[in-house]
């Protein structure tokens, strides 16, 4: 018995040395020259080389007409500010061709790039705290709403329901891998945006709507940004510690760089080596080389 439990220690060891060694190494690149106004999300635009930053410039769930679209170079430059107003409460981003949806606490914000307006409005009224936005192979727009627990989606120039359940527990980051829907959730909250067990990485089947946990469903941290490594893991994003995580495929989590509170939405940039991290309370872009 002692042999065996000696074994299993061993082998425990050397499975977290194996994980620990396999998280990539982040050395820091730049920090934006600019204070943005808690800068939320970050889209790279690779047709024109820039970045798009949502800046909430406000309360997050106040439809006050403050917030804004930047544009960014990829050095962290400002290309210009204010890009795009008439915003509220900007947070996730997605582009697709010329079209840059932004979630907007409860409409979906279509942004045409290349006439530089506001194309549509979807509104969901029902909706508190739209949040990430991810597209799928049909084009077909998810958005996470934080609040309700529920994921709407854009279909056929339709903006509904997709999905509603406490399964969910607060969905934020969202990401489209093949038939399923990734989703980072923040945790059941419980005052304000406290939550008593913090939230995970979760599936969910496009096809039937089935909800799992990836790996276990321990919890890994109050989770917001969510992009994929190309390597089957992802790098995630701990708003309420700010933390940068790295989590596989079966839920193992390490940390890669700790920061303030208030990292949110990151991109991650994969022919460049590069992650870019908004900061919404500093309002800092936050840039780190992904060492090969």
């Known amino acids: ?21 396999a998280s990539p190494t982040l050395i820091p690149a730049w920090q934006s020259e600019i ?5 939320e999300s970050v889209v790279f635009d690779a047709q024109h080389q820039l970045l798009f930053v949502s ?10 007409g403050n917030g804004y679209i930047s544009q960014v170079s990829l050095d962290g430059k400002i290309i210009k500010q204010h890009w795009l107003d008439g915003l509220n409460a900007p947070k996730g981003m997605a ?14 914000v279509a942004i045409d790039i290349q006439q530089h307006k506001i194309s549509h409005r979807y509104l969901a009224p029902q909706a508190k705290f739209l949040n990430d936005v991810t597209v799928d192979n049909h084009g077909n727009v998810y958005v996470s709403d934080m609040m309700t627990n529920t994921i709407y989606r854009l279909s056929e120039n339709k903006f509904d329901v997709w999905l509603h359940s406490a399964q969910l527990e ?30 995970h990485l979760k599936t969910v089947d496009l096809t039937n709507k089935k909800i799992q946990s990836m790996g276990s469903n321990q919890p890994k941290g109050n989770l917001d940004g969510l992009e994929a490594d190309g390597n089957g893991n992802y790098f995630v994003t701990d708003w309420m510690q700010g933390k940068l995580l790295y989590i596989t495929p079966s839920g193992i989590s390490s940390t890669l760089v700790t920061l303030e509170q208030g990292s949110a939405d990151l991109t991650v940039l994969p022919k460049q080596n590069l992650i870019i991290v908004p900061m919404m309370l500093t309002g800092k872009l936050i840039a780190f080389k992904i060492k090969k």
């Open 1 to 21: 018995m002692k042999f065996i439990y000696l074994s299993l220690i061993l082998f425990t060891l050397s499975l977290s040395a194996v994980t620990q060694a």
């Open 35 to 39: 204070v943005f106004e808690a800068p």
């Open 55 to 64: 800046n909430v410039n406000g309360k997050p769930n106040d439809a006050d």
């Open 95 to 108: 582009l697709v061709d010329n079209m840059l949806y932004v979630a907007d606490i409860n409409e979906l």
């Open 170 to 199: 607060s969905p934020n980051g969202l990401l489209i891998e093949g038939n399923k829907l990734v989703v980072a959730s923040w945790g059941n909250m419980t005052d304000g945006f406290a939550t008593k067990i913090a939230g």
